[in-house]
């Protein structure tokens, strides 16, 4: 796809404000403190795109400041990317706040970004609406822990992280005693609930998704290829592995598969995108089970958009579309959206 079939969103009076919660490593942060925030370098790409296509566009950081920031800064709209601080409903403070202050914004709603970050919560719904998704269970700190109602190995990660934050270097369970020593350890250094989930020894994709309604664009999925195993004889795409990515997997995308799965995955994500409630932009993971079935991992709907890097952009790249036309793509869905363009049905 080239730029200039790009639709550009007719409002020439928006003033765009870019919000976002930026890496800050000269304070000393821990890593993962700062994992899903973006690298000043992200931002500007992403303004230099809007610019390009005639978008009035200012960079807001979403610290403390941000009620006085939005209202001193005059925008009208605001191209959301702000992972939030603190909590599971820390991806839902920036749109809540935007919907206080009557301001539109591109991505999904507080209530769709508090679904989504919850996994356990998000996995229920998802079983309910008939997308398959492993077995699993909550563990939270302090209580006693259920009786594991499915198969060894498992995993263990934190209910409500993305980027892989929390899932540590050791994180697969082969027995009751293995799990009860690696959620001692978790509840120590993660006062949060833990996910407890059957281990899925098949293959692993992502899935990229952009627009509302009728013009929602499910592209092909994109192959996460493990050079190796990275914890015993398992193979866990963790923070540590993302962070070191061309040492450990390689991308193929669109995924090598039998069209009737490719099919299924397909499915499975825009039935997973509807049910949550998304708009504009998403970016959902699976892995295949033993029989090679595609079972939803989680979903994120505020994706990385860090060109050379995130996930997204190498699927949309794969789908025709080149960085600048993504990310205005991203801004023309959420001006249809909201001029009343797409006709959604949940």
Do not use: W
């Amino acid at each position: 796809m080239n730029e200039s079939e790009v639709p550009l969103c007719s409002h020439r009076a928006v003033k765009l404000g870019i919000i976002c919660n930026l890496k800050h490593p000269d304070q000393g942060h821990p890593s993962e403190e700062e994992a899903e925030f973006d690298e000043p370098s992200t931002v500007l790409a992403i303004r230099s795109a809007l610019v390009s296509h005639g978008v009035e566009t200012v960079i807001i950081e979403a610290d403390r400041n941000l009620p006085q920031a939005i209202r001193d800064s005059g925008i009208n709209m605001a191209f959301n990317i702000a992972e939030g601080k603190g909590g599971r409903s820390r991806e839902a403070q920036v749109p809540a706040l935007l919907d206080l202050l009557g301001i539109p914004y591109t991505g999904s709603d507080p209530v769709a970004l508090g679904l989504s970050l919850d996994k356990g919560l998000c996995k229920q719904l998802m079983a309910a609406a008939g997308v398959p998704t492993a077995p699993h269970v909550l563990v939270h700190p302090g209580q006693p822990r259920a009786q594991i109602p499915f198969s060894f190995p498992v995993i263990i990660k934190p209910n409500a992280e993305g980027s892989g934050k929390g899932i540590s270097e050791n994180c697969i369970a082969e027995s009751e005693e293995e799990l009860d020593r690696l959620l001692a350890g978790a509840f120590a250094s993660e006062q949060c609930d833990m996910l407890v989930e059957e281990y899925l020894p098949g293959r692993e994709f992502t899935v990229g998704l952009i627009g509302n309604g009728d013009t929602l664009q499910v592209m092909p999925p994109m192959e996460i290829i493990y050079h190796g195993n990275t914890q015993r004889s398992y193979r866990v795409y963790s923070y540590d592995i993302k962070c070191n990515y061309q040492k450990h997997v390689s991308y193929q995308c669109p995924a090598e598969l039998p069209a009737q799965q490719m099919e299924q995955m397909m499915k499975s994500a825009e039935t997973a995108f509807r049910v949550l409630g998304c708009q504009d932009v998403a970016r959902i993971d699976f892995r295949m089970d033993a029989e090679g079935e595609a079972c939803f991992l989680e979903i994120n709907p505020l994706p990385g958009l860090a060109p050379g890097y995130s996930d997204l952009p190498m699927i949309a790249k794969a789908a025709g579309y080149d960085y600048d036309s993504f990310v205005c793509a991203i801004f023309d869905a959420a001006c249809a959206r909201l001029a009343g363009g797409s006709h959604e049905t949940h």
